[in-house]
């Protein structure tokens, strides 16, 4: 979806917060994790502010550079060029569906990068790839605070 790092970087840190607030509203398993880190552990308000997003993506990660670059580049592998579709087929009252995959490229683009498809890629984003980063992050944060 994205053609080079720097729109990404354009839009990074709503997206992250945006994310943020949709695990935190829909009850993710790192909710409290969440909220933890936006206290700092108890010293502030759990409240979710762009400052505080901006300050999360600050965080170094040891060789894996800042949240942000890390994030980035999560983000940017998980849009992938290509895209799964399902065809069903109905043949003698019999209905088959068959999937494959597909490489974007000029004259499909606008079937794969359509807002019809991002909920259900966000949502699959959010569970499979920015649940568990967000994990390495707080551990990784927890860890600096306790040396």
Do not use: H
């Amino acid at each position: 979806m994205w053609e080079k790092a720097e729109e990404i970087k354009q839009y990074r840190s709503k997206v992250f917060e945006c994310l943020l607030i949709d695990c935190i509203n829909e009850d993710v398993k790192i909710k409290s994790n969440i909220f933890s880190l936006l206290s700092e552990f108890g010293r502030e308000s759990m409240e979710l502010t762009t400052k505080k997003a901006n300050n999360i993506l600050k965080i170094f990660l040891d060789d894996n550079g800042t949240v942000e670059d890390q994030f980035i580049r999560l983000f940017m592998n998980f849009t992938p060029d290509k895209y799964n579709s399902t065809n069903k087929v109905g043949n003698e009252g019999v209905i088959e569906f068959n999937k494959e995959s597909n490489s974007v490229n000029d004259f499909n683009d606008a079937e794969y990068l359509t807002f019809k498809k991002l909920p259900e890629s966000i949502e699959f984003f959010v569970k499979s790839v920015f649940a568990p980063f967000f994990m390495e992050v707080y551990i990784s944060d927890l860890v600096k605070r306790n040396y």
